[in-house]
Structure formats: C-alpha cells, structure tokens
C-alpha cells in the first residue's frame, strides 16, 4: 500500500506514450436497469505518477494520490484533453430516457451537486450541459416491497435473504372503530406516475454511458431514478 512520495514499478509500460502517467482501479459495472446490459465499467481516479527509469519495470514515483494504492492497479498516459470550463445547458434535442445506474462513492443515494452514471450517452443524443429531468417511477423502486411490513421479506438490505417480522398488535388499532385499510400491492404501485423532482445536467458522455451533475433535488436521488427530458 502507497501513496504520494512513494517508488514503485511497473510492467509493461511503453514510455513512448510520455513520462506522465495517470493511476485507475477498475470499480464496478454499470448495468442498464432497463435491459439488464452492462455498458461498461467506472474507473476509480487513485492519482499520478512520473517515470524516473525506463525499463521493464519501469520506476516511477507517485506525484499525487486520493487513496491508497495497491500492487494490480494500472496506469494510462496522463490525458491531454482541453478542460472545459464553461457549459451552455440546454434540452436535449430529442427524446431521451435512461436510468440512473450509480452514485459517485457507490451510494445508495445523493442529492444536489452530487455525481451520477446514465445509461444513455452519445449514441443516444446525450451531449455535453444537456439538461434531463430526474423522475421517481414507483413501479421500480430500489425496494420492490417497499409497502410491506419492514420493506417486506428483504428487510434494510438488497439481498434475497428472508427476514422474520413479528406483527405486535395494537389493541386500539384492532377495534372495531378502526377499519383496516387494504395494503397496496405492486401492481398498484406500478399504475402510479412518475414524480418529477429535480435536474441533473450532463458533463461527460461516452458512447453508451454519461456523468451527470444533480443541479436541483426535492428527495434524495437514488439508483434506478429515471432521467429524462425536461
């Protein structure tokens, strides 16, 4: 485990590609709700390295770091792109609708200024400052018993595991002035609308995939969110 300041050597690198190199662990895969397809994989920025020996193994010395790094992570040649620094939002010029497939940090959830991953990119009309509205479906919900007792057999985690619930009684609850109303079910939670209640806006798009900016958010912004246009 290293960090900045620290030698290291690497295999493998072609030195002709320059003497500044960029450090990446590969993260999970970013699969489309909707199809069930993965488009690809997020890569984790872990910082930049020098060359200060040619060779096989190359020396480097680790210039920058965010976290720690570990033997097994891989470098690229340190990007040459033109920053952007201003962006123009605008609508999307036509239909788009995607799926939030992560949060930055692999959260459930963000709000305002937070990172997102699409599952629409530029193959599909997303460019960069295009502005899409977030939506809450309640037909996928990221707890699909979410109106039974304790999120229903699922409990507080996303396993398949069974969770036992204990239904106490509440004896002013069961008298006969109260009527017990009918538990809505998942065919009712799938007629319900869509809820419209906040923006994200677009920064970086790859050909199936985009990164978002959540400019506005009146609930938390959760994976499985739809995003589309405003």
Do not use: C
């Amino acid at each position: 485990m290293i960090g900045a300041g620290s030698t290291a050597y690497v295999e493998g690198m072609d030195t002709d590609k320059g003497l500044s190199w960029q450090l990446f662990r590969r993260g999970d895969a970013l699969v489309d709700p909707d199809t069930n397809e993965t488009l690809g994989y997020q890569a984790i920025y872990l910082g930049e390295a020098q060359v200060i020996r040619r060779g096989d193994p190359a020396t480097i010395e680790i210039t920058r770091s965010t976290q720690e790094i570990y033997a097994g992570d891989r470098l690229l040649p340190a990007a040459k792109e033109i920053p952007t620094f201003s962006y123009v939002p605008r609508a999307p010029w036509r239909p788009v609708r995607g799926r939030i497939m992560s949060t930055y940090g692999n959260l459930g959830e963000t709000g305002p200024t937070g990172i997102v991953a699409l599952s629409k990119g530029s193959k599909d009309g997303l460019e960069v400052g295009h502005v899409l509205a977030i939506y809450r479906s309640q037909s996928t919900l990221a707890f699909g018993q979410r109106m039974a007792p304790l999120y229903g057999v699922q409990g507080f985690t996303m396993d398949d595991s069974p969770r036992a619930y204990y239904d106490e009684g509440l004896p002013p609850r069961d008298a006969p002035l109260y009527e017990r109303g009918r538990r809505i079910t998942a065919e009712d939670a799938a007629s319900l609308p869509d809820e419209r209640f906040g923006l994200v806006m677009v920064f970086r798009t790859f050909d199936r995939a985009a990164f978002g900016l959540v400019m506005q958010a009146s609930r938390p912004v959760a994976v499985n969110d739809v995003v589309t246009n405003p």
